[in-house]
């Protein structure tokens, strides 16, 4: 089993800054890629950014240049940092982590969810 204890959202402001959080924890081997995605009320949910192991990021393009993806592997964290905040950002926020699992010298790969985090972006 995996756990994902997300933290960190909250209210702002536009123009505001936020900081959130997401640690993995469990009987996993490893974690390959960890990422965060949203999901605003009517939308579908959709890729904010990815981090791989090695530190390589990809962002959605409505957050480049103001969200920040990084990593603790140490920690099994990942951490999204928000700045320069708009309206069109207030959605509820996932992590998603690849965990790696070995059984009988195979190795298997599967992803997690966290259980959401709310960013709301309000004057």
């Known amino acids: 089993q995996v756990q994902l204890v997300e933290s960190g959202g909250g209210l702002a402001q536009p123009g505001g800054s936020l900081r959130l959080s997401c640690a993995a924890s469990?009987?996993?081997?490893?974690?390959?890629?960890m990422g965060w995605y949203r999901q605003a009320p009517g939308k579908q949910r959709e890729l904010v950014a990815t981090?791989?192991?090695?530190?390589?990021?990809n962002y959605a393009n409505s957050v480049k240049g103001r969200f920040t993806i990084s990593r603790d592997n140490a920690k099994n964290t990942v951490y999204l940092q928000l700045n320069s905040l708009k309206l069109e950002d207030t959605a509820v926020y996932l992590c998603n982590v690849d965990t790696i699992f070995w059984r009988l010298g195979i190795s298997t790969t599967t992803a997690y969810w966290g259980q959401g985090t709310q960013v709301t972006v309000s004057a």
């Open positions: 981090v791989t192991p090695g530190g390589s990021t």
């Open positions: 469990g009987s996993f081997a490893s974690i390959n890629t």
